[in-house]
């Protein structure tokens, strides 16, 4: 079985997520303490993907990049050599959704048309959430991106947002 390895960055603000979802699709776990990333962590999970009639072996080596307008001077350098990326929001405070075409040019301005995957995460606080379908969908429409809504507390559509990354990466080598 072919094997590849790929460079994928969560991005997106502070608080909204990103640690947990990848601790849910790494470890299958999730702690509801909060754990503030500094700088960033780096995680990897191998998967098999279709392409072409062929599984490929992808290891994705997923970069945890710490969210916040104070880190964002430094993140070009984590971006080189990504192959995609995931930009989160967390569902509850509409001010991340708005900071995901921000997330997604700078990513951009390092990575040209590199796939995204954009992510409304915390759908399992429901009576809290002030972001809906429709914003999401215009959101991940100026990204050229799938959208998910997810829960890295119950796991909604965790595995599904890695897997389309992974196909996307796959199509537009």
Same mark, same amino acid.
């Given at each position: &079985?072919?094997?590849?390895?790929?460079?994928?960055?969560?991005? @997106?603000?502070? !608080?909204?997520?990103?640690?947990?979802?990848?601790?849910?699709?790494?470890? @299958?776990?999730?702690?509801?303490?909060?754990?503030?990333?500094? @700088?960033?962590?780096?995680?990897?999970?191998? $998967?098999?993907?279709?392409?072409?009639?062929?599984?490929?072996? &992808?290891? &994705?080596?997923?970069?945890?990049?710490? /969210? /916040?307008?104070?880190?964002?001077? &430094?993140?070009?350098?984590?971006?080189?050599? %990504?192959?995609?990326?995931?930009?989160?929001?967390?569902?509850?405070?509409?001010?991340?959704?708005?900071?995901?075409? #921000?997330?997604? *040019?700078?990513?951009?301005?390092?990575?040209? *048309?590199?796939?995204?995957?954009?992510? @409304?995460?915390?759908?399992?606080?429901?009576? %809290?959430?002030? $972001?809906?379908?429709?914003?999401?969908?215009?959101? !991940?429409? #100026?990204?050229? !991106?799938?959208?998910?809504?997810?829960? !890295?507390?119950? /796991?909604? *559509?965790?595995? #599904? $947002?890695?897997?389309?990354?992974?196909? #996307? $990466?796959?199509? %537009?080598?």
């Amino acid at each position: &079985m072919p094997a590849l390895q790929k460079k994928v960055c969560l991005l @997106g603000d502070f !608080a909204v997520g990103k640690t947990s979802l990848i601790r849910r699709y790494v470890e @299958g776990k999730f702690e509801d303490k909060y754990l503030s990333t500094v @700088g960033i962590n780096v995680s990897r999970r191998s $998967i098999a993907l279709q392409h072409n009639s062929i599984t490929l072996d &992808m290891t &994705m080596l997923i970069w945890d990049l710490a /969210g /916040g307008e104070k880190f964002d001077r &430094m993140m070009s350098s984590y971006y080189r050599g %990504a192959t995609g990326a995931i930009i989160v929001c967390d569902l509850t405070r509409q001010e991340t959704l708005e900071a995901i075409m #921000r997330y997604a *040019n700078d990513f951009w301005s390092v990575n040209p *048309n590199t796939p995204l995957v954009v992510v @409304g995460n915390k759908a399992d606080l429901v009576e %809290a959430c002030v $972001i809906t379908a429709e914003d999401l969908t215009l959101t !991940a429409k #100026r990204c050229e !991106a799938p959208y998910f809504v997810s829960s !890295a507390k119950t /796991g909604e *559509n965790v595995e #599904r $947002i890695f897997d389309t990354l992974g196909y #996307r $990466i796959l199509a %537009a080598d």
